[in-house]
């Protein structure tokens, strides 16, 4: 399994970024996908997730500014961010819980990570 994560880069306070991450390999169904970030100095945290039905769950700092979607036949989890600010800054990670063919099992995977910068 291989999650390939793209759309990082500098942007300044108030501008916009749309990341994605895409998964490939033998991946039979994607249950939840995600969106971490971690910030120099801080605990990687959840930005937000989706299932694989389409429900949401944002962390409040980004609530009304970012949003989590998903192309399900692309195997491509989108984070469009809005409104960023400076605290915003950081590197942000995919993680999909999946189900592989032949197996039962759930097992999740994390992406390498993109950073973001928010700075004018």
């Known amino acids: 399994v291989q999650l390939q994560a793209s759309g990082g880069g500098l942007v300044q306070p108030g501008g916009s970024l749309r990341l994605s991450c895409s998964a490939s390999?033998?991946?039979?169904?994607?249950?939840?996908m995600n969106w971490y970030r971690q910030a120099p100095g801080k605990q990687r945290e959840l930005v937000a997730d989706?299932?694989?039905?389409?429900?949401?769950n944002y962390a409040d700092s980004v609530k009304e500014r970012f949003t989590i979607s998903r192309d399900n036949a692309r195997k491509t989890v989108y984070l469009q961010m809005n409104s960023l600010k400076p605290e915003d800054t950081a590197v942000y990670y995919c993680?999909?819980?999946?189900?592989?063919?032949?197996?039962?099992?759930?097992?999740?995977?994390w992406g390498q990570g993109t950073l973001v910068t928010v700075s004018s």
């Open positions: 993680k999909i819980s999946y189900v592989e063919y032949g197996s039962v099992w759930s097992k999740e995977y």
């Open positions: 390999g033998s991946i039979f169904r994607i249950n939840s």
């Open positions: 989706i299932t694989k039905d389409g429900n949401t």
